[in-house]
């Protein structure tokens, strides 16, 4: 059975930085076509995709966060961290990772089959 | 960057068959995901790769994606349906997208 859990601050302050463990259980992150990603969503608001990592450690982050975000992971303890820096209020939202599956046809293709259940994070001075 | 776009609401009577629709210029050659999500609960993955149900999700969910245009289809609409959809895809240069989420009435 394949959990996941994400764990963090519930409040930051703005320009601080932001970091986020995601500890799973279930599978193996350097099993071929795994992977974790990051998924947000502002309260009423949609979805949002920040970070995946590959199973061989390639990664991939937003284009438009990318030069704010960083992830790794840790394999023998089953966890994959997630950074932010220079926080602001607009960054609050629910965060959410989860169990990714690689394939290809015609190019690189994710998607995300199971959710952790999220946690939510605030920032505010 | 790519950018897929979803109607903001749709209903559907009770029993009957609603469509969410999400557009994309191309969509067509790319595989859509559809993932669905109840008030306070984290994203369930409803249809993967265009028109694959996962374990555990019934038969009236299903997928389609030709031209600009993937589907998710909900037949025999119930009450426990109710929920935002979202659409996603990979692509190859803006990586992960999400389409902006559809909030489905049954009525």
């Known amino acids: 059975q394949i959990t996941l859990k994400e764990s963090g601050p519930t409040l930051v302050k703005p320009t601080q930085t932001l970091t986020l463990t995601c500890t799973f259980s279930g599978f193996s992150l350097s099993s071929s076509g795994v992977g974790v990603g990051w998924i947000r969503q502002p309260p009423g608001k949609a979805l949002e995709w920040l970070a995946l990592i590959y199973w061989d450690n390639d990664k991939r982050y937003s284009p438009s966060l990318k030069s704010r975000l960083t992830i790794t992971k840790d394999t023998s303890k089953n966890q994959v961290v997630l950074t932010m820096t220079n926080v602001d209020p607009v960054d609050t939202a629910t965060y959410y990772c989860?169990?990714?599956?690689?394939?290809?046809?015609?190019?690189?293709?994710?998607?995300?089959?199971?959710w952790g259940r999220g946690t939510l994070v605030t920032v505010s001075s | 960057s790519y950018e897929l776009t979803q109607p903001l609401s749709v209903s559907v009577a009770l029993g009957q068959t609603a469509r969410i629709t999400c557009g994309g210029n191309?969509?067509?050659?790319?595989?859509v995901h559809w993932y669905q999500q109840k008030p306070g609960q984290a994203p369930v993955l409803v249809i993967y790769?265009?028109?694959n149900r996962p374990s555990g999700i019934p038969e009236r969910f299903s997928g389609s994606n030709s031209g600009n245009t993937a589907t998710l289809t909900i037949s025999r609409a119930q009450a426990g349906d109710e929920a935002d959809y979202y659409c996603q895809v990979w692509d190859s240069s803006t990586v992960g997208v999400f389409g902006g989420g559809t909030k489905l009435t049954v009525l």
């Open positions: 191309n969509i067509g050659s790319k595989n």
């Open positions: 989860a169990h990714s599956l690689y394939y290809y046809t015609s190019g690189q293709n994710w998607y995300f089959d199971l």
């Open positions: 790769r265009d028109s």
